[in-house]
Antibody, heavy 119, light 110 residues
Framework: DVQLVESGGGLVKPGGSLRLSCAASGFNFNAAWMSWVRQAPGKGLEWVGR??????????DYSAPVKGRFSISRDDSKNTIYLQMNSLKTDDTAVYFC??????????WGQGTLVTVSS | QSVLTQPPSVSAAPGQKVTISCSGSSSNIANNYVSWYQHVPGTAPKLLIY???KRHSGIPDRFSASKSGTSATLDITGLQTGDEADYYC???????????FGGGTKLTVL
């Protein structure tokens, strides 16, 4: 069975940094594209960014609100992706979901990890 | 603002049919695949439909979808109380080089 387990969420002050992790199992991670999606309290889903496989050059794409502040990386030896979040703002408060990306769609989702940015 | 536009809510009685619309533009829906997701708050979202109209593994045929031009629709027939959830459409936006979702539609089964 596919499993995606996010970790690393918590409370951080505005301007601070946090790194989320997503451990994956149950599929060929090396060939997988992976994405992050977030949901702010009371709001809808918001696409954050994605990373292609090594075969795809490990190319990354980001949404406009996080570009330049967030970065996605992967460690295929650990079947894990990361979301490094810098210069955090209160608007970044959300549940962050890790997803296995089927090129044009988000095939499987983790349960999410909560990030709260507050002073 | 969401890249795609959905109605905030829809409702229907058990056993009835409901249609959820998703409106976009030439940079997203018209020239890229649309997918649909079901999200019960507090749980992991679930893929229902991918590549405009293909049901994901395990999704019953009560769920179907289509696309025409810059719009897409999700149909749910034989509504059940267990279908109550938030539904989102999604598509890649070629102009933004980013993914995007609709604002979500809350389905209430009366």
């Amino acid at each position: 069975d596919v499993q995606l387990v996010e970790s690393g969420g918590g409370l951080v002050k505005p301007g601070g940094s946090l790194r989320l992790s997503c451990a994956a199992s149950g599929f060929n991670f090396n060939a997988a594209w992976m994405s992050w999606v977030r949901q702010a309290p009371g709001k809808g889903l918001e696409w954050v960014g994605r990373i292609k496989s090594k075969g795809g050059g490990e190319t990354t794409d980001y949404s406009a609100p996080v570009k330049g502040r967030f970065s996605i990386s992967r460690d295929d030896s650990k079947n894990t992706i990361y979301l490094q979040m810098n210069s955090l703002k209160t608007d970044d408060t959300a549940v962050y979901f890790c997803t296995w990306t089927g090129y044009t769609y988000l095939q499987s989702w983790g349960q999410g990890t909560l990030v709260t940015v507050s002073s | 603002q969401s890249v795609l536009t959905q109605p905030p809510s829809v409702s229907a009685a058990p056993g009835q049919k409901v249609t959820i619309s998703c409106s976009g533009s030439s940079s997203n829906i018209a020239n890229n695949y649309v997918s649909w997701y079901q999200h019960v708050p507090g749980t992991a979202p679930k893929l229902l439909i991918y590549e405009n109209n293909k049901r994901h593994s395990g999704i019953p045929d009560r769920f179907s979808a289509s696309k025409s031009g810059t719009s897409a629709t999700l149909d749910i027939t034989g509504l059940q109380t267990g279908d109550e959830a938030d539904y989102y459409c999604g598509a890649w936006d070629s102009s933004l080089s980013a993914g995007g979702f609709g604002g979500g539609t809350k389905l209430t089964v009366l």
